[in-house]
């Protein structure tokens, strides 16, 4: 059984046997087809961890299209875009103006300039530097969740922040490197493991470039929800019979994090059960 199955089949069945009913209350939400109110079973403080030296945290119930998770988050970090034709997928289209455009958020806040010891850099540059020059530094973190620009962004950031942590074990000359994931809300089913996925690729990048060994990636969700159209699937997803977890790696050339791209993730022995398709997303 993959270990990332394990703890989604766990993390649901805790949410609907002992989550919290939104019906009824007020909430932001709106299903598109209808502007009906979309009511959630939500979790509060719901913390995952994975190792990413034991294995690739990708379920196998279903299948996640691991190339397209690199491709959002090489979007958002290594091009430092907010416009969806620089992304290869269609997920961002419903926030978008007529340009491509989802404003200031996400990749456009991770390219702001600001000042750091008198030389000019961005967040994903500063993190870069730091773990070269400074890696055991308490400080090395992306942070997308910036009040002064929520108002023109098409979304509040889900995944707001990174948070880069260095240790070392006994007898090991690499340095290992870990990551926290802090989100402030979560769609369970539609992008639970999309996210574990997108981040441990990210934490294995910024480790390759740095000479270090990707570690543990540990995944706090605020708010971690199961809309109510999606209960009988969930329902249905976590009954299927979990795999073996998939080889997931990268391409062992690749020492610069602006050269990435998804040719260099490589996949291997990645069975799943039948994907779950038409999953109606709230807006």
Not at 20 to 30: L, Q
Not at 49 to 54: A, F, P, W
Not at 117 to 139: A, C, F, G, I, W
Not at 174 to 181: A, D, E, H
């Amino acid at each position: 059984m993959s270990y990332a199955d394990d703890v989604f089949i766990r993390m649901c069945r805790d949410i609907l046997d002992n989550g919290t009913d939104t019906r009824g209350e007020k909430v932001r939400p709106r299903w598109e087809d209808t502007g009906e109110s979309a009511y959630t079973i939500k979790k509060f403080g719901v913390v995952n961890r994975y190792d990413l030296r034991r294995e690739f945290p990708a379920l196998t119930l279903r299948k996640t299209a691991l190339k397209s998770c690199m491709d959002e988050i090489l979007w958002i970090y290594q091009k430092k875009s907010n416009n969806i034709h620089d992304l290869n997928s269609h997920i961002w289209d419903a926030w978008a103006d007529a340009d491509g455009s989802i404003g200031t958020c996400y990749g456009d806040v991770v390219g702001r300039k600001f000042i750091y010891k008198e030389e000019e850099t961005d967040q994903m540059d500063y993190v870069l530097r730091q773990l070269k020059e400074n890696p055991y530094s308490r400080r090395i973190m992306t942070n997308l969740y910036q009040f002064e620009y929520l108002h023109s962004g098409a979304l509040d950031p889900c995944c707001y922040s990174m948070t880069y942590n260095v240790t070392k074990e006994l007898g090991q000359e690499k340095l290992i490197l870990n990551g926290v994931l802090n989100q402030r809300s979560q769609d369970v089913l539609a992008a639970n493991n999309w996210n574990v996925c997108q981040y441990a690729i990210l934490l294995m990048m910024v480790a390759q470039v740095n000479d270090m060994i990707p570690g543990e990636l540990l995944h706090v969700i605020a708010d971690a929800h199961i809309y109510d159209r999606h209960v009988p699937v969930v329902e249905e997803l976590i009954s299927r019979t979990p795999l073996k977890a998939p080889k997931v790696s990268l391409n062992p050339e690749v020492k610069d994090f602006y050269a990435f791209t998804t040719n260099d993730l490589i996949v291997e022995d990645y069975e799943a059960g039948p994907q779950v398709k038409n999953i109606p997303i709230a807006v």
